[in-house]
């Protein structure tokens, strides 16, 4: 069956970074893109952008370019998520989903993972 | 502030059909960019429930339904149970933003 297991949380403090990985199985890793998605607590989902697991190509919602990196390691199966100067308003559950295409659904998703940004 | 609206909340009675709208400009679902729902219980990850308008995914019971008309996109939920009570959110594609955008999600109620 197909699973995303993302890493645990994560305590940062103000302008260092994150990195959060999604280990995936059950399902040709190759052949997927994956998303990422973050929830600030109470809040709604927000689309941070797209990585292909295919050829490695990259699509960034305008908010992230410059301060986030997705990729994918095909020999552990595993997409990440960096985040690079965190703020206090990073603090958020970050999802990883698998998305066939860039611009498509994710059609299965992670647990999600709580990082907090905290002086 | 998102470009896909919809509203606050909404509630039913156990049995009952609600329906969740999610209104968008022509540059999202008004230009035929598909539109996809997540349904988020409390304390769990989203898990999608229309992809492409209106398809089902394996395993969501035929009580979840979707559809569009114009710069809008719906959700129907028919036969209302208290397990169905979480959040719920529409996404799609919007060309000004060259990106995915989520609205801004809808809290179920079942009373």
């Known amino acids: 069956q197909v699973q995303l297991v993302q890493s645990g949380g994560e305590v940062k403090r103000p302008g260092a970074s994150v990195k959060v990985s999604c280990r995936a199985s059950?399902?040709?890793?190759?052949?997927?893109?994956f998303t990422w998605v973050r929830q600030a607590p109470g809040q709604g989902l927000e689309w941070m952008g797209w990585n292909s697991a295919y050829n490695g190509n990259t699509h960034y919602a305008k908010k992230f370019q410059g301060r986030v990196t997705m990729t994918t390691d095909a020999a552990t199966s595993t997409a990440y998520l960096e985040v690079r100067s965190l703020r206090s308003d990073d603090t958020a559950f970050y999802y990883c989903?698998?998305?066939?295409?860039?611009?498509?659904?994710?059609?299965?998703w992670g647990q999600g993972t709580l990082v907090t940004v905290s002086s | 502030q998102s470009v896909l609206t919809q509203p606050p909340s909404v509630s039913g009675a156990p049995g009952q059909r609600v329906t969740v709208a999610c209104t968008g400009s022509s540059s999202n679902i008004g230009a035929r960019y598909d539109v996809h729902w997540y349904q988020q219980l409390p304390g769990a990850a989203p898990k999608l429930l229309i992809y492409?308008?209106?398809y089902r995914p394996s395993g969501v019971p035929d009580r979840f339904s979707g559809s569009k008309s114009g710069t809008s996109a719906f959700l129907a939920i028919a036969g209302l149970q208290a397990e169905d009570e979480g959040d719920y959110y529409c996404?799609?594609?919007?060309?000004?933003?060259?990106?995915?955008?989520f609205g801004g999600g809808t809290k179920l109620t079942v009373l």
């Open positions: 996404q799609s594609y919007d060309s000004s933003l060259s990106g995915m955008l």
């Open positions: 492409g308008d209106k």
């Open positions: 059950g399902f040709t890793f190759t052949t997927y893109g």
């Open positions: 989903a698998r998305e066939k295409w860039a611009n498509s659904y994710g059609d299965y």
